[in-house]
């Protein structure tokens, strides 16, 4: 299996080994804001921090990140969390292996939770998710929950 998954729940036991020519294209971390506050400007600090902790936590990891300025104009005009076929169409363009979407969804200032779901672009198939909870709306909690989902759900190559 190549990549078998960027973000596999450790806990379904899926097996965890890539090759060394993974190519992932990050679509960004999205922002879904259901809370009925409206979005902040530190929390958009926080949204772009985390997405530069992803990308480097995937390259640390062994991962060639894949650059997605060339569709970035159409990937954002889709909802890709409910598309996956328009991140998968996008992913192929560029030539990677994966397709990693990532969103950070704000229940509240108190609630909040980090998510990652990875498909194989050859086959369409979603080959893993994680996702963890946050309580609290600060640098720390948003970062220490990307450094979790990194270090608990990404293989190392």
């Known amino acids: 299996m190549r990549w078998a998954i960027a973000v596999a ?16 294209a990050s679509f960004g971390v999205l922002w879904v804001n259901t809370s009925l506050e409206p979005t902040r400007p530190d ?6 921090a985390v997405q530069r902790q992803l990308e480097e936590g995937l390259v640390a990891r062994g991962y060639a990140l894949v650059d997605t300025s060339p569709v ?8 890709l969390r409910s598309c996956p076929v328009c991140e998968l169409d996008l992913a192929q363009e560029l030539g990677a292996d994966f397709a990693l979407l990532a969103w950070v ?22 080959v893993g998710a ?26 190392q190559q």
Do not use: Y
Request: aromatic fraction near 2%; proline fraction near 1%.
């Open 9 to 24: 729940l450790v806990a379904t036991g899926l097996a965890c080994h890539a090759s060394a020519a993974d190519r992932v």
């Open 43 to 48: 929390e958009e600090a926080r949204l772009a």
């Open 72 to 79: 970035a104009e159409r990937a954002q005009s889709f909802d």
């Open 105 to 126: 969804q704000k229940v509240s200032n108190l609630i909040l939770n980090i998510n990652l779901q990875v498909h194989d672009v050859a086959t369409g198939r979603l």
């Open 130 to 155: 994680g996702s963890v909870d946050i309580r609290g709306n600060t640098d720390e909690s948003w970062t220490r929950g990307m450094r979790r989902l990194i270090e608990q759900q990404i293989p």
